[in-house]
């Protein structure tokens, strides 16, 4: 004890302090320390439900980015399809219009034939009628007679004959 007298520490005190140390731990801990605890629990507690919702967060982003990615792929299968018939439908229809651009133009190059044939007849009937009278004028000059009508029709169908051989 002597000790605790030189250092200038008094038994009494020194007790008094204890309890005094003892009485502010309990206080400290019933109203201090228990409350802390509790909130570092609840707050340990909040960590741990948001690391789990976090994860559950993560598993539904990988789900929805796997959904979408079939979603793209769906949707680039489908606008290929709409693609493809689109151009063969436009081929479709570029063949069609080409049928139709043919038979018009057959049908076309077949009244023009007609026609031709039809202005080659008639020109051809001009000609022997002008044949014929170019050839009743010459034997009328020739021979000095007045050709009837069915003798001009008669020289002119053998002139026509001679002419086409």
Do not use: C, W
Request: proline letters at 1%; aromatic letters at 4%; hydrophobic letters at 45%.
């Amino acid at each position: 004890m002597e000790i605790l007298n030189q250092f200038g520490v008094k038994p009494i005190l020194l007790l008094a302090q204890i309890v005094n140390f003892i009485i502010l731990l309990l206080v400290l801990k019933k109203f201090l320390y228990k409350p802390i605890l509790r909130i570092l629990e609840e707050r340990k507690e909040k960590i741990a439900e948001s690391l789990k919702n976090s994860e559950e967060i993560e598993k539904k982003l990988a789900q929805i980015l796997e959904s979408r990615d079939k979603k793209l792929e769906e949707a680039a299968k489908e606008s290929k399809k709409i693609i493809d018939e689109a151009v063969v439908s436009a081929n479709q229809i570029i063949a069609e219009s080409h049928e139709k651009a043919l038979e018009q133009t057959q049908k076309m190059i077949a009244k023009s034939e007609e026609q031709m044939a039809l202005e080659r007849d008639k020109l051809h009937q001009e000609i022997r009628s002008e044949l014929a009278d170019m050839v009743a004028l010459g034997l009328e000059k020739t021979a000095g007679k007045v050709l009837t009508t069915k003798d001009k029709e008669e020289l002119a169908k053998s002139a026509l004959k001679d002419f086409k051989s």
